[in-house]
T-cell receptor
Framework: GQQVMQIPQYQHVQEGEDFTTYCNSS?????IQWYKQRPGGHPVFLIQ?????EVKKQKRLTFQFGEAKKNSSLHITATQTTDVGTYFC????????????FGKGTLLTVNP | GAVVSQHPSWVICKSGTSVKIECRSL??????MFWYRQFPKQSLMLMAT?????????EQGVEKDKFLINHASLTLSTLTVTSAHPEDSSFYIC????????????FGDGTRLSIL
């Protein structure tokens, strides 16, 4: 099945710095979802992208879907300690009998 | 918003014990639920898809006789880890299908299973 590669695996930043995580696939994706998992918590849905070249913003978070629909990114501007957690890109595939395939995730830590 | 309740949140038991984990959709009906396993500092790995009223669909490499799934109603799926051993220690998380094709998954809080 389709797989998504996510980099970097870890990222440590100073509070106020920007952060970006990237998700890549060798095949065209129908969609890409992003989830955030706080330490000890469960994944929480952030957004879904479906259109080529799509850009969506949620306050300090900017999500992009590549023109070829083979890559996606999540950018956080001016990180805060509340941004700490693991960010996963997730592929929803399979039509009506779908399933979610998680990328390996990027663990973000923020130094106050 | 949609809420998924998972119980228990933490289990510690002896090797050889069978452990049942419950996943409930509290304010919506879930014809499909998913069970994941997550090792420390790793991603979520789908174990199986639980379908109400029918057999679960297991991912490759997951032993169906080891991890029994029952989805007897539209609001409850259970995962039973049979004859658990230390290597089964992990974080187990369920999720439920939201309403509509583009709706997100709603995850339970997870169950941390430790086998001594």
């Amino acid at each position: 099945g389709q797989q998504v590669m996510q980099i970097p695996q870890y990222q440590h930043v100073q509070e106020g710095e920007d952060f970006t995580t990237y998700c890549n696939s060798s095949t065209t994706l129908s969609n890409i979802q992003w989830y955030k998992q706080r330490p000890g918590g469960h994944p929480v849905f952030l957004i879904q992208l479906v259109k080529s070249g799509e850009v969506k913003k949620q306050k300090r978070l900017t999500f992009q879907f590549g023109e070829a629909k083979k890559n996606s990114s999540l950018h956080i501007t001016a990180t805060q300690t509340t941004d700490v957690g693991t960010y996963f890109c997730v592929l929803r595939s399979g039509g009506s009998n779908y399933k979610l395939t998680f990328g390996k995730g990027t663990l973000l830590t923020v130094n106050p | 918003g949609a809420v998924v309740s998972q119980h228990p949140s933490w289990v510690i038991c002896k090797s050889g014990t069978s452990v049942k984990i419950e996943c409930r959709s509290l304010d919506f009906q879930a014809t499909t639920m998913f069970w994941y396993r997550q090792f420390p500092k790793q991603s979520l790995m789908l174990m199986a898809t639980s379908n109400e009223g029918s057999k679960a669909t297991y991912e490759q490499g997951v032993e169906k006789d080891k991890f029994l799934i029952n989805h007897a109603s539209l609001t409850l799926s259970t995962l039973t880890v049979t004859s658990a051993h230390p290597e089964d220690s992990s974080f187990y998380i369920c999720s439920a299908d939201g309403q509509g094709r583009t709706s997100p998954q709603h995850f339970g809080d997870g169950t941390r299973l430790s086998i001594l």
